[in-house]
Nanobody, 127 residues
């Protein structure tokens, strides 16, 4: 199993930047593919970004492409989400998620694909 803890959320003005971190503990971090999801009030959880076990492959939701960047440091057991040019519509609770690469089916955008989730960190973008 792996435990995930997000940090780095906060309040920022539109156009600003934040960097989220997801610290993992437990089994070998590089055994997992990782993702970021978010959920705004009154809305369903949505996919944000995904990164392969070694960082060699990444995917993004169209809404964040070109503004957000996902990365990971397996030596530090940590994944990151650099968020630039933030917009009020980016306001949400952001969650990191993990899936063992042994059982990963390729559905990086599908929440139920992931087995482990963090508690979430709030990101609020003011206009």
């Amino acid at each position: 199993q792996v435990q995930l803890v997000e940090s780095g959320g906060g309040l920022v003005q539109a156009g600003g930047s934040l960097r989220l971190s997801c610290a993992a503990s437990g089994r070998t971090f590089s055994s997992y593919v990782m993702g970021w999801f978010r959920q705004a009030p009154g809305k369903e959880r949505e996919f944000v970004a995904h990164i392969s076990w070694n960082g060699g492959r990444t995917y993004y939701a169209d809404s964040v492409k070109g503004r957000f960047a996902i990365s990971r440091d397996n030596a530090k057991n940590t994944m990151y989400l650099q968020m630039n040019s933030l917009k009020p519509e980016d306001t949400a609770v952001y969650y990191c998620a993990a899936k063992s690469r042994t059982y990963y089916s390729g559905k990086y955008y599908y929440g139920p694909e992931y087995d482990y989730w963090g508690q979430g960190t709030q990101v609020t973008v003011s206009s």
